[in-house]
């Protein structure tokens, strides 16, 4: 399973990435909005970075718009995957860019539907979001679970992107279900880590180094 960063914050990403956790990257205009810095300054800065795929998204809703945008970000560097909604014009904007030659993630991707129309597109990834369908109490892992199973019933190779993860059990389930891919915030990557018999199993160990007097330096 490859892990892509959902983030804009470039130290961010370098501490993930400098422990080999990092995939590829995503971004979406909100996160750029968050960063507070120039979509293309910030994109080169984190293509420099990173060696796998960085998702950046066309701004535009008309698929002409949506192509010159995608041209002109797929030159900041050779990694950049385009990123695209799941509409029409979104889907016209993906056949387009990737008969270029240019990865493509279709992205805000709700239906099972919706991922054969990004397959036959020419998507390289697919994006959809598990934890805002969660939000309006419909079953997100469902979904990557079903887009699995079709994929898989007609050997489509685009890669399934499990997109708006909130929490740490979303990452396994989504490992369990065999998603391609997952991105995550970076404060959900590193909550993997967490356990609570962990941190009371270190305490007990560290109650005995004390009063042992156990010294290793
Ligand atoms: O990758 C898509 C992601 O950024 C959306 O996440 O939490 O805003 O639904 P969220």
Known sequence: MKFFVDTADVPAIAELNDLGMVDGVTTNPSLIAKSGRDILEVTREICAMVSGPVSAEVTATDADTMIAEGRKLAKIADNIAVKVPLTWDGLKACKTLSSEG??????LCFSVNQA?????AGATFISPFIGRLDDINLDGLQLIEDIRVVYDNYGFDTQILAASIRTANHIADCAKIGADVITAPPAVIKSMASHVLTDKGLDAFLKDIASAGIKIL
Request: no cysteine; glycine share 0%; charged share 10%.
């Open 102 to 107: 240019n990865m493509v993630n279709v992205t």
């Open 116 to 120: 054969i129309l990004a397959a036959k």
